[in-house]
């Protein structure tokens, strides 16, 4: 079982939509869980960090299910400007490296 | 404020052949990683640098190395290289080995034919 998985869609959703990507981890020592937005051929930029009490910011809403180990990002009135592949990433604390999904790669047609 | 540099952008080499990526952090942070990005994966982590020595080590061959110099700037140099070591590879800044806040640069696309 991969440390990190993601569908990869890709998601092909009108501009407006609301969209949902999953995620699930398999090590439960997990500590901090993050999204990363990547644009096509650029790297990877921190989009939010996850909170166990679930965060947002603006159109963003991570949420962490640690029973459950899953984390989600709700993109709501999704814009062109959106299209890209989202990251989920899990690091177990301490000095230990960030883990990093294949990515959800997601188009918003106009 | 000068965010995460890398050199080459991009670069082709012949399996076989040696090559050395270059990175100068964001200024103020003293720890460098590097991630190899393969076409349609995730960054995977080969190692990380902090006060000029590795601490931490992906699962990658030895042909994997790398240096950091006083400046915080770092290395990471390919042996030997192999068609599969074809990738995007990523050079992370961030302010201690916590991980935390990493900052990516461009990236050095390379290709081995």
């Known amino acids: 079982r991969k440390e990190v998985e993601q569908d990869p869609g890709p998601f092909n959703v009108p501009e407006g939509a609301t969209v949902a990507f999953n995620c699930t981890y398999s090590n439960s020592a997990s500590q901090s869980f993050f999204w990363y937005r990547q644009d096509c051929r650029k790297e990877p930029k921190l989009l939010m960090s996850v909170y166990s009490s679930g965060n947002e910011d603006g159109r963003f809403t991570a949420q962490l299910n640690r029973a459950s180990q899953y984390i989600s990002l709700l993109i709501r009135d999704s814009k062109l400007s959106d299209s890209a592949t989202y990251l989920c990433?899990?690091?177990?604390?301490?000095?230990?490296?960030?883990?990093f999904g294949k990515g959800t790669r997601l188009s918003v047609i106009a | 404020d000068a965010g995460v540099t890398q050199s080459p952008t991009h670069l082709i080499k012949t399996r076989g052949q040696q090559v050395t990526l270059r990175c100068s952090p964001k200024s103020g942070h003293d720890t460098v990683s590097w991630y190899q990005q393969a076409l349609g994966q995730g960054p995977q982590f080969i190692f990380q640098y902090y006060e000029e020595e590795e601490r931490q080590r992906g699962n990658f061959p030895d042909r994997f190395s790398g240096h950091q110099f006083p400046n915080y700037s770092s290395e990471l140099n390919v042996n030997a290289l192999l068609l599969g070591d074809s990738a995007l590879y990523l050079c992370?800044?961030?302010?201690?080995?916590?991980?935390?806040?990493?900052?990516f640069g461009p990236g050095t696309r390379l290709t081995v034919t």
């Open positions: 990433v899990v690091n177990i604390g301490g000095n230990t490296p960030l883990v």
């Open positions: 992370a800044s961030s302010l201690g080995t916590q991980n935390y806040e990493q900052y």
